[in-house]
């Protein structure tokens, strides 16, 4: 794949809101598995006690918001013992047009390491198994955590930015009420 030039993920900023919700609901508009509510779970998110404004990034193509990724604070509830911290990552949003050109990787590739830098040591997602897989997105399944969604468990998957940092861990995991509200 050729990767699109002049690309520039940087964090986003409080005014970075309108255009990164055009983002969003532009992406999300003609996927079927949608319902539409993307761009009102960042909307709540950005709002909520699970946003840390230095994992919400764009990238930028001259000065056009072209991509959005949001990772939020989630546990991991675990019988008899503290909860850990982990992340969710949702949405992670291209312009349709510029899809195809490497700006989810690069927006990803990004998080991963700012999250890593902030002392995470792992990340839920719930997606397409095929594409988040290339990033070492795992099925939850090979792990004993649950993710509390009511959907196919391969869409269920689970990165360990730092290996085996999830072993021995057993567990559900527990997100922001922004994902029961519009999921
Ligand atoms: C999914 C999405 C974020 C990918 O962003 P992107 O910038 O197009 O992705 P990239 O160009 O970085 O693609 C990286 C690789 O994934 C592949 N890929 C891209 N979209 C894919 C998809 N929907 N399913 C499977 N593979 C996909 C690319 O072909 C590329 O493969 P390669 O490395 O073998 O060449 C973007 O297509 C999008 O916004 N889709 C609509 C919203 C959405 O579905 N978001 C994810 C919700 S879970």
Redesign the pocket.
Same mark, same amino acid.
């Given at each position: 794949?050729k990767y699109l030039e002049g690309i520039r993920i940087r964090k986003a900023l409080t005014s970075d809101l309108p255009g990164i919700l055009s983002v969003v609901k532009n992406?999300?508009e003609h996927?079927l598995y $949608?319902d539409q509510t993307e761009t009102e779970l960042v909307k709540c998110l950005v709002n909520s006690d699970s946003y840390i404004s230095s994992l919400s990034l764009v990238a930028e193509l001259d000065t056009k918001i072209v991509?959005h990724i949001l990772l939020s604070k989630i546990q991991i509830e675990i019988v008899k013992s503290e909860p850990i911290a982990s992340l969710a990552l949702?949405?992670? $949003?291209?312009?349709?047009m510029?899809?195809?050109?490497? @700006?989810?990787?690069?927006? @990803?590739h990004n998080a991963h390491s700012i999250a890593l830098d902030e002392g995470y040591h792992s990340v839920t997602?719930?997606?397409?198994d095929?594409?988040?897989s290339?990033f070492g997105y795992r099925p939850s399944t090979d792990f004993n955590i649950r993710l509390p969604f009511d959907i196919p468990e391969k869409y269920c998957m689970i990165l360990e930015l730092i290996p085996h940092s999830l072993d021995n861990i057993s567990g559900v995991a527990s997100y922001s009420s922004c994902f029961q509200a519009f999921s």
């Open positions: 794949m992406a999300f996927m $949608s991509g949702a949405p992670l $949003s291209v312009e349709p510029y899809q195809k050109k490497g @700006i989810g990787t690069q927006l @990803i997602v719930v997606g397409n095929q594409y988040y290339k």
